[in-house]
């Protein structure tokens, strides 16, 4: 939604910062007070301001989706091709083209259609509920019904309805890794005042609208709605920002407009050719050159092009990648570098105990990924018995549990928690251990606590041991927990030294002791800070990586794609991740927004040449720095889930947005979307992204290199003064038994098994590149000059013109339907696979030979074609001619990789 000009409540984009005014002229510019508002008040806002919600995105109509699939260079001229067979009355051609072009459209719709609803599937339809004051009195309400002006509670396990000024705070701590990528959650302050152009991240009286209320309570009043809140300007900007195109469309677009210009040029050639030397009538030639130009045009490509990318759809999604757009599903095959969010991306976005550090300087490792307790604890690559604990160990993990707010169980098969992510940390830890919170506390019941405070920075609960006697269980910032300890001052500095040193690499630094305590609660007063106690260790906390993500990211550098991770979270933290990630990165290589913001477009472009980490970045900058890795000429695939990435992934060549964390916002800017939240399925996403990519490249080689050979046939004999070597009607046959269902066919075509050992193609590199050049050139002299010679020896032979043509038409087919098994594989023998591997290109080709033969015998045939049946002299040497196709080819292979020193990979 978005306010009216007239809206006395200024703009929270366009006016002051409200974390800059203090809470008494907060209420006066937005005429509130802290009892809240009347119900009348609140009412007339949300007539005049409109409902507290972000613009949906409509699916797409099913007729929209349809007409979507004439926005193809290709398609442009095929229906030119038609157009003009509708001028000269060839209805057959014209209706033949409209039917291809039809059925592509149907099967790339039903395709659409089905993703679409994939995606929709993952959105989430629970509705928020909010705590507002209204005359006086706290009452719940949906979300969509809060305005400017609202007094509005927050506690634990609430999300932010809109976004909120702090008027009071307690304890209060919100998770907004969404908007900023940081994982841990910020502890706010209501009394904090700070400059007006202060970060989103640094904005401690301020709760934005989406975020999460982890620990705590609180009160505020709010200050935005709908589009004017900080996630509602992120989703204004990316209306703003052009979708980038896949790579799939971008080379085709270059290769179909070079079609069109050499089948431009052929065509008056032949036709001038025609009337010069034969003196064959204008329009005589002209309904030849449309025939040879419907022969010639790959009309099945179209079709071939929607099936490959259908099928390369319904593999991705079996991997679970959802495709949205079918031109995407190769695009992460031809990506060249992914920029990757890091929190609940790279990472789980929960933390988890990675390092345990004992007074005694004993250092032990703790496995596992997130919150669910399924890890070891090593020590010196032992691992640790839970009925055998090192000394130490024991009261550690006892703290840990007993000291914590949270909840960790099973239910339903599933992991389920609640609670500040440090305390479900703790519990895990202790369940690794086969330390339950419910045994510890039957052993050692509660009698108080001292719940965590940002300003003291640390907790403590008090229990009574079964001997009777108090116990006091401590943990917090190490600082804080040391200096309540009974150690000497040096042994403080030696332990402060082993924190830092911690914190240097990333991790979230614990402390925890111990000591007597109180055994019975003063319900008059609350409990003292505790002192004299014994310090037991620390705890280095980090949000890990993914199961699978390391492998992943090597994976992506074997197929010589590059990594770059965008975050908002510390370059610390940002660098550790890296590292984990096996990522080689120098500090030099860490970039940060602060950085970024000074430099000029061309600077950045410099930056991001080298720099693969990039932390504290505001979406703005991930949208600047995207838009930079495309002009230093990388095809750019985004992930990320946050409202925070959404910008980022729309401009993107391709994105892609996690389907179970990510946001709606993201998810509607993706072309992609991850199903399992799982970076290491954006591998196979790159795979099958190249099979699919391979596929069509086979497929336009089959269809252009036997189009050449039709135009250079024609042309040899024109310019010798034969007669026209095949009719009209025959160029169109050819065109339906040699394209019609072998190109669908080869869409099918599985993968060789090296997708993933060579480097992507450079994003310059045309579709119908050098190589394809050659061998097009090498079929098309050689089918088309055999043809030509033979054509030539039948009529020096006396052989009638008809029956010429006819065994030069059995000769073309011959040769093409041989020639599809060259085109399975660019550089691997025809023979290193069977062709049973491919059912649908066998049984394609076999089809559509015997449609020929049985053409050649049957009287329609016969009638509309002109052919007959032929000797089996003449077979035998016509079969032995088309031969030699796999002869040729398998000679340029060998050739071809010995020469560029490749084998069986690319």
């Known amino acids: ?139 719940e309400t949906e979300a969509e019904n809060v305005v400017p002006g609202d007094i509005v509670w927050l506690e634990s396990g609430n999300r932010v309805p809109a976004d909120v000024r702090l008027l009071l705070s307690h304890g209060l701590e919100i998770n907004e890794s969404l908007l900023t990528g940081e994982s841990l ?62 790579p799939l469309m971008v080379r085709m677009e270059r290769f179909s407009q070079m079609l069109a210009w050499v089948v431009m040029v052929v065509i008056a050639v032949v036709g001038l050719l025609g009337i010069l030397i034969k003196g064959y009538g204008v329009m005589s030639m002209l309904m030849f050159g449309i025939a040879l130009a419907v022969a010639v045009i790959p009309e099945g490509l179209p079709v071939a092009l929607t099936i490959a990318l259908a099928i390369g759809t319904n ?51 703790v496995s596992g990924h997130g919150f669910v307790p399924k890890g070891e604890v090593t020590f010196e690559n032992t691992v640790v018995s839970p009925t055998r604990l090192p000394e130490g160990l024991e009261p550690l993990l006892r703290t840990g549990v007993l000291c914590n707010e949270a909840d960790l169980h099973q239910m339903d098969g599933e992991w389920v928690f609640r609670g500040d992510p440090t305390d479900i940390a703790l519990l895990s830890l202790g369940q690794k251990m086969e330390r339950e919170r419910e045994t510890l506390l039957s052993a050692f019941p509660q009698v108080n606590q001292i719940p965590f405070e940002p300003e003291y920075q640390f907790s403590a609960s008090f229990h009574k041991t079964q001997d009777g006697v108090g116990l006091v269980c401590v943990k917090g910032s190490p600082e804080r927990v040391i200096s ?15 924190a830092e040193d911690m914190a240097s690499r990333g991790l979230r630094v614990l402390a925890l002791a111990e000591g007597a305590g109180p055994v ?3 319900e008059t007063h609350a409990p003292a800070e505790p002192s004299g106690l014994t310090f037991l260790g620390f705890v280095g906390m980090i949000d890990p990586l993914r199961e699978g993500v390391r492998e992943a990211v090597a994976n992506c550098r074997d197929a010589g794609v590059e990594v770059a991770i965008i975050t908002g979270d510390h370059p610390i933290t940002a660098r550790a991740i890296a590292r984990d990630l ?68 729309r401009k993107a060549n391709i994105g892609s947005a996690m389907g179970k964390s990510g946001t709606d916002v993201a998810r509607e800017a993706a ?89 992507p193609r450079d994003p310059g590199e045309p579709i119908f590149n050098h190589l394809m050049i050659e061998r097009t050139a090498i079929i098309a002299i050689v089918m088309g000059g055999m043809g030509f010679a033979l054509f030539q020896w039948l009529l020096d032979s006396n052989v009638p013109l008809e029956a010429a043509r006819n065994i030069l038409l059995l000769f073309v087919v011959l040769f093409v339907n041989i020639h599809m ?26 089809t559509a030979f015997l449609f020929h033969v049985m053409a050649m015998h049957v009287p329609l045939g016969q009638l509309v074609l002109k052919t007959q049946p032929v000797d089996v002299e003449m077979w035998v040497l016509v079969t032995g001619l088309a031969s030699t196709s796999i002869l040729l080819m398998e000679w340029h292979k060998r050739w071809w990789n010995r020469r560029h020193r490749r084998k069986t990979v690319r």
């Not at 095809?635 to 409202?643: E, L, S």
């Open 1 to 139: 939604m978005s306010h009216p000009d007239t809206n006395p409540v200024p703009n929270a984009v366009n006016g002051p910062g409200w974390h800059a005014l203090s809470s008494r002229d907060l209420l006066t510019r937005f005429d509130s007070r802290e009892s809240g508002l009347s119900v009348e008040d609140a009412q007339k806002r949300l007539e005049q301001y409109g409902v507290n919600r972000l613009p949906e995105a409509e699916s797409p109509p099913l007729w929209k989706i349809f007409f979507r699939q004439f926005q193809s260079p290709f398609v442009y001229i095929l229906l030119v091709a038609a157009v003009l067979s509708l001028v000269i009355k060839e209805w057959v051609d014209a209706g033949f083209i409209f039917g291809v072009l039809c059925l592509n459209a149907l099967i790339g719709t039903i395709q659409e259609w089905k993703a679409e609803k994939s995606a929709r599937s993952l959105q989430q339809l629970l509705k928020i509920r909010a705590t507002v004051e209204r005359d006086g009195r706290i009452v």
């Open 520 to 522: 019975v609660a003063d």
């Open 671 to 759: 072309e992609l979307v991850i199903s399992d939240d799982n970076f290491a399925t954006i591998v196979g996403g790159v795979e099958e992204g190249r099979i699919a990519y391979n596929n069509i490249r086979k497929v336009i080689f089959m269809l252009i290199s036997t189009g050449a050979a039709e135009v250079v046939l024609v042309m040899l004999a024109v310019s010798m003064g034969l007669p026209l070597p095949l009719t009209p009607v025959q160029l169109l046959w050819l065109n339906l038994v040699t394209q019609g269902i072998q190109d669908v066919g080869m869409a099918f075509e599985p993968g060789e098994g090296d997708e993933l050992k060579y480097p």
């Open 821 to 846: 098994v060259n085109c399975r594989s660019e550089y691997k023998s025809a023979f290193a696979f069977s062709l049973w591997r491919n059912p649908f290109l066998a049984i394609g080709v076999t």
């Open 315 to 365: 593999r991705m999604a079996r991997r679970g990648v959802i495709v949205r757009r079918l031109a995407a599903v190769e695009g992460l095959g031809s990506c060249t570098l992914i920029a990757s969010d890091k929190t609940g991306t790279l990472t789980c976005n929960e933390l988890t105990v990675r390092e345990i550090r004992l007074p005694g300087e004993m250092m032990l490792e």
């Open 582 to 649: 096996g990522l080689d990165i120098s500090e030099d290589q860490v970039v940060t927004g602060t950085e970024i913001e000074s430099k000029t477009p061309e600077e950045v472009k410099e930056i991001v040449r080298t720099a693969r980490v990039f932390a504290r970045v505001a979406p703005n900058q991930k949208l600047e720095l995207v838009s930079a890795m495309q002009e230093s000429g990388h095809f750019v695939a985004v992930t990320g889930d946050g409202v925070n990435d959404a910008p980022a992934l």
């Open 484 to 498: 309540m300890c009974t150690a000497m001052p040096e042994e403080k500095n030696r332990l402060l030294g082993i």
């Open 185 to 246: 959650a910020v502890t706010k302050d209501a009394r904090w005042q700070g400059e007006d152009q202060v970060p989103i991240g640094d904005r401690i009286n301020m709760g934005h609208a989406g975020t999460i209320v982890i620990r705590g309570r609180g009160k505020g009043v709010v200050v935005a709605t709908g589009l004017t809140t900080e996630v509602g300007r992120i989703a204004r900007s990316m209306m703003g920002t052009g979708q980038g195109k896949p």
